[in-house]
Nanobody, 127 residues
């Protein structure tokens, strides 16, 4: 059974930093692209970032480029999302997700391209 478990969310002030973690089990981790999506109150789930199986390729949404950094540790089946200079508009539930679709000519940015999802972790940024 595949499990993705997010942690590290919380309540912070604008300008602060947070690091989210995603622990994966039940899948051959180094064969999957890992992504983060988020859903803000009243909005659709949106793509944030993805990292290739070997961490050589990453792809960021414009809204987080330069502020967020994704990384992975395949030996530990972990993915990290370092979020700096957080803004109120970053407030959302953040979801870790996995897909066998590699990052290449096609970048998996749609929810239906991802096979497995975590339960999410809440990030709230106050001004």
């Amino acid at each position: 059974q595949v499990q993705l478990v997010e942690s590290g969310g919380g309540l912070v002030q604008a300008g602060d930093s947070l690091r989210l973690s995603c622990a994966a089990s039940g899948l051959t981790f180094n064969k999957y692209t890992i992504g983060w999506f988020r859903r803000a109150p009243g909005k659709e789930r949106e793509f944030v970032v993805a990292i290739s199986w070997d961490a050589d390729n990453t792809y960021y949404a414009d809204s987080v480029k330069g502020r967020f950094t994704i990384s992975r540790d395949n030996a530990k089946n972990l993915v990290y999302l370092q979020m700096n200079n957080l803004k109120r508009e970053d407030t959302a539930v953040y979801y870790c997700t996995a897909t066998p679709v590699p990052i290449g000519i096609i970048i998996p940015t749609k929810t239906d391209e991802y096979a497995y999802w975590g339960q999410g972790t809440q990030v709230t940024v106050s001004s």
